[in-house]
């Protein structure tokens, strides 16, 4: 589903865009906030019941904020004015627009008069609900948010740990959300090229696969050749100067460990969605092409022990349901092996 703005969807003040693309992963989680607002709505009041915090992080580049935080936001302002009057939107570090559905106001706040008027209002005891958006390492999520009575959600990238204090004192739930797939990047590119004729649409589907194969589903670079070129040529280098000393980075791979500081990952890396603790999400750590995994794996074999490598093909292989990288892996062997490079 696309949804389409005349106005285009200015969101974090980053490079606006008429559509917002929905696919299955954006909108499961409006899904699972909508439950908490259902559960929340139809409690007793005396059971004082408010949403638990949320936290949704997925892969860098993948449309976090565009997408779903996007259509988060638009379906809030489409809810039952009644139930949920207020709206907010924080971005930049302590800005904040707060929708006001009773008065259909909108109000831009600043640094710290954001916290004072979401306090003022859950005060008076209006409802609301909150969507942070984590900006940079510096952007922390104040401990005043949410107020008493309010839910929120805070996107995040797991590069950035300025959140996780935030989180672990607020007991926040995880969201995780999965790279787009295949069928969702191609429906991406028809909806592009709607007004071109069909040849041109088959050739720019081509060129964005071929980007994709070998870079992964992180939209914010397949769409323009310059921005792939630049990134894949990053992907490449990072790999080419590893040294040994450097290896220890790579042990983060078919782990959940926070990317923070972590560049194999940010490179290398695609969040998978896992069953975590008491039944709920955790990120996982995999590789995000056979192509790039390819070209790490015959640079690791150059530059670990035999021991290490074996461990670290055990860590990668337990995740059975990556078959192809699994599958690259033991081709990659075979290659370096018979160039002779084997270390012991």
Not at 121 to 126: D, F, P, V, W, Y
Not at 153 to 159: D, F, I, S, Y
Not at 180 to 203: F, G, I, L, T
Request: net charge neutral; with cysteine.
């Amino acid at each position: 589903m696309v949804l389409t703005s005349e106005k285009a969807w200015h969101f974090l003040g980053r490079e606006a865009s008429t559509d917002c693309y929905v696919n299955c992963e954006v909108e499961r989680v409006w899904q699972i906030v909508k439950g908490d607002l259902t559960e929340w709505f139809s409690s007793r009041p005396e059971d004082h019941f408010t949403p638990h915090p949320r936290l949704l992080t997925g892969t860098p580049g993948i449309g976090k904020s565009m997408a779903a935080g996007s259509y988060l936001f638009y379906q809030l302002l489409h809810y039952d004015a009644e139930l949920l009057p207020v709206v907010v939107f924080f971005f930049c570090a302590g800005k904040a627009y707060v929708f006001n559905k009773t008065t259909e106001t909108v109000t831009l706040y600043a640094d710290k008069s954001s916290i004072k008027a979401v306090k003022e209002l859950s005060r008076r005891g209006m409802k609301g609900y909150i969507i942070y958006d984590v900006i940079g390492r510096f952007d922390i999520p104040s401990p005043c948010l949410p107020p008493g009575g309010w839910g929120m959600l805070v996107v995040a990238t797991p590069e950035t740990a300025s959140y996780i204090h935030w989180a672990s004192e607020k007991r926040a739930v995880r969201i995780i959300m999965n790279c787009p797939d295949e069928s969702d990047v191609k429906a991406m590119c028809v909806w592009k090229k709607r007004n071109q004729p069909v040849q041109q649409q088959a050739e720019y589907w081509r060129e964005v696969k071929g980007r994709m194969d070998k870079l992964g589903p992180i939209l914010r670079y397949i769409f323009d050749e310059g921005s792939y070129n630049h990134w894949i040529g990053d992907c490449h280098s990072f790999v080419d100067w590893t040294t040994s000393r450097e290896i220890e980075r790579y042990f983060a791979f078919g782990t959940s460990k926070m990317w923070e500081g972590n560049k194999a990952l940010e490179y290398l890396a695609r969040i998978f969605r896992v069953r975590g603790e008491r039944n709920g999400e955790s990120p996982f750590n995999v590789p995000i092409t056979a192509h790039l995994a390819s070209k790490t794996l015959c640079k690791l074999k150059t530059l670990m022990t035999q021991a290490e490598f074996n461990l670290f093909e055990s860590r990668i292989g337990d995740h059975l349901m990556h078959a192809i990288f699994w599958e690259v892996c033991h081709v990659c062997i075979f290659e370096c092996g018979l160039h002779g490079c084997n270390k012991t």
